[in-house]
C-alpha cells in the first residue's frame, strides 16, 4: 500500500499549491528559512504569518523538518521522543499513516500525547502510536462495529485498534476503517 500513502502525499502537496498558489518547494524554503526548529513553533507560525491552514501547515512542518533533521535525531519535536530508540523504525510507518488520514480532508488536526498521536476533527477519530513487539498500534472510534479479525475492542481513548507488524498490513482494509472512523467524527 504504500503506492496509494505516497499518492496521497503527493495530492496533499498538489492541494496546497492549488490553495496558496503557490509551489510546495517553495513553502519548504520559506519554513526552513523561518528559523523554528519545533515542529509546534512551525505549524503555529505557517498558520498566522502566512494563513494556511492547520492540515496544509502541518504538512509543510513535517516535510521541511524531515529534511532538515532526520527522525530519530534527538529534537524536541514530540514525535523524536515517542519514537526514539528502537522504536525509531517505525516512524516511517507512523508518518504514512499519519498522511493517510490528512489526505481524507484538510480539517485533520493533530494533538500529540505523551505516547501517541490523536487525530481530531470535530472530535478525536483516531490514535497512533507505537505498541508492543515492535509494531504500529491505530486506535479507532468506531462505536457500535463488531469487531472483526484484526480489528479488536479497545477500552479507553478509542473503541477498536489494529495492531500492525510492517507497513504492508495497512492494506485497503485498515484504511477503510480509518476512513470510517473520520467520517463519524
Known amino acids: 500500500m504504500p503506492d496509494v500513502v505516497d499518492a496521497a502525499l503527493e495530492n496533499q502537496r498538489r492541494n496546497i499549491e492549488a490553495r496558496t498558489g503557490r509551489p510546495f518547494d517553495d513553502w ?18 505557517l498558520k498566522s504569518e502566512h494563513g494556511v491552514s492547520h492540515g496544509d501547515a502541518n504538512r509543510i512542518a513535517l516535510d521541511a523538518r524531515r529534511t532538515e533533521s532526520p527522525p530519530g ?9 515517542i519514537y526514539a530508540g528502537p522504536k525509531s ?5 507512523h508518518d504514512r499513516i ?7 480532508g484538510d480539517d485533520v488536526s493533530l494533538s500529540p500525547k505523551q505516547s501517541y498521536i490523536s487525530l481530531r476533527r470535530a472530535k478525536q477519530f483516531a490514535t497512533v502510536g507505537p505498541a508492543s513487539g515492535g509494531r504500529l498500534e491505530i486506535g479507532l472510534n468506531l462505536k457500535g462495529m463488531e469487531p472483526v479479525g484484526r480489528l479488536e475492542a479497545t477500552t479507553g481513548m478509542c473503541t477498536h485498534r489494529v495492531r500492525l507488524a510492517a507497513p504492508d498490513e495497512l492494506d485497503a482494509e485498515v484504511q477503510g476503517w480509518l476512513r470510517e472512523a473520520y467520517d463519524r467524527a
Request: aromatic fraction near 8%; charged fraction near 25%; hydrophobic fraction near 45%.
Open 28 to 45: 519548504l524554503e520559506v519554513a526552513r528559512a523561518s528559523g523554528h526548529e519545533k515542529h509546534g513553533a512551525l505549524l503555529a507560525w
Open 73 to 81: 535525531d534527538g529534537g524536541d519535536d514530540v514525535l523524536d521522543g
Open 89 to 93: 523504525g517505525l516512524r516511517p510507518f
Open 98 to 104: 499519519i498522511a493517510l488520514a490528512q489526505g481524507f
